[in-house]
């Protein structure tokens, strides 16, 4: 068997492989993504060898040492400059190979989450309402009285979300919650409307030419008590111990209207080509009482693992695996996505 992909994903470092540093468990994440995606490879028979990165220079040394044409691209975060692992795949590119996933100008831009709520909302897909404070700024009396999230404008994996960042305003609490995304991670603070009280994501899958959408999944919040905030926040995702990961079950399909599905169809298809995705993206959605939808992120290059969210809407749609990994290097390898 020969080796003909590359599977590169970005260094863990001895801290997070430990679960020891600040959000080292989305860090750690990125293994489970490697092993299924190599064990996959391997029972689809294609070679592949697995490097990893620690900063963007590392990227072109390594790649003029490899010599597989087939990149998947599992690289998430590198330390520095936050946009860095956005450019892999222009870099990948640049050195005549092909890559899985999403492009350079998709990444950044959904990567910076106040600039892509504005290109959505011009293309047309509701968004919740709000604005953006930045370092050495304060909110302001911009905002409407009522209840709003705030969360950093370029973070992952929902790193800075925890159950202070739901906060009504007028009150303290607002301008708390923006001053420690400013201290902690020196971004720009997103300050949107909290749209009560349903969370929908939508996993969309590029086979060849033909776009997917695939099974709607709903995040179940029935456990959670009154008071608490009905959101995916980290502990929900990394957590295992914790209430919020034990307690936000999926359910799939969404139990919610054939109406409210066509149109949350239609929205992640426009959100997907208002971003400019290729590959495989997932599209976040918060739901109100009456079923009117606003996409709330759109994430290029997701979690992958076995046990994610978009793997379960893949299996929902009778595609296992093994056959998921099969698409995307069938998309690099025809020219469909990421071709260089």
């Not at 011009?122 to 709000?130: D, I, L, M, Q």
């Amino acid at each position: 068997m020969t080796a003909g992909v590359l599977i590169l994903h970005n260094t863990v470092s001895p801290a997070a492989d430990g679960l020891g540093a600040a959000f080292a468990e989305s860090q750690a994440g990125v293994l489970n993504e490697v092993k299924a995606v190599a064990e996959a490879l391997e029972t689809l028979g294609i070679g592949y060898a697995v490097e990893s990165i620690a900063r963007l220079d590392d990227l072109a040394e390594l790649l003029a040492r490899r010599n597989e044409r087939i990149v998947f691209n599992l690289v998430e975060e590198l330390p520095g400059d936050i946009r860095a692992a956005c450019y892999v795949p222009a870099v990948c590119r640049a050195h005549g190979r092909r890559v899985t996933g999403n492009d350079t100008a998709a990444l950044l831009l959904a990567q910076n989450k106040w600039q892509a709520k504005a290109v959505l909302s011009a293309a047309g897909v509701a968004c919740p309402g709000g604005i953006t404070v930045f370092p050495g700024q304060a909110a302001g009396d911009a905002l409407a009285p009522g209840r709003y999230l705030v969360k950093p404008a370029y973070c992952d994996a929902s790193e800075g979300i925890d159950g202070d960042s739901v906060v009504d305003w007028p009150g303290r609490a607002l301008a708390e919650a923006v001053r420690r995304v400013h201290e902690r991670f020196g971004q720009p603070a997103v300050v949107e409307q909290f749209i009560a009280e349903r969370e929908l994501n939508v996993s969309v899958l590029q086979k060849g030419e033909t776009v997917e959408v695939l099974a709607i999944a709903e995040i179940d919040f029935g456990a959670f008590e009154k008071g608490r905030a009905r959101i995916v926040d980290y502990a929900a995702k990394w957590h295992v111990d914790s209430f919020a990961y034990n307690n936000t079950p999926r359910m799939i399909p969404a139990p919610i209207s054939e109406a409210t599905a066509r149109r949350v169809r239609q929205q992640a298809l426009a959100a997907w080509q208002a971003i400019g995705c290729s590959d495989y993206a997932r599209v976040d959605f918060r739901m109100d009482d009456a079923e009117k939808t606003y996409v709330i992120e759109v994430n290029p290059n997701p979690d992958i693992s076995p046990d994610g969210g978009f793997a379960a809407a893949v299996e929902k749609n009778e595609i296992n695996y093994e056959s998921f990994v099969a698409v995307l290097y069938d998309n690099a390898l025809t020219g469909c996505t990421g071709a260089a």
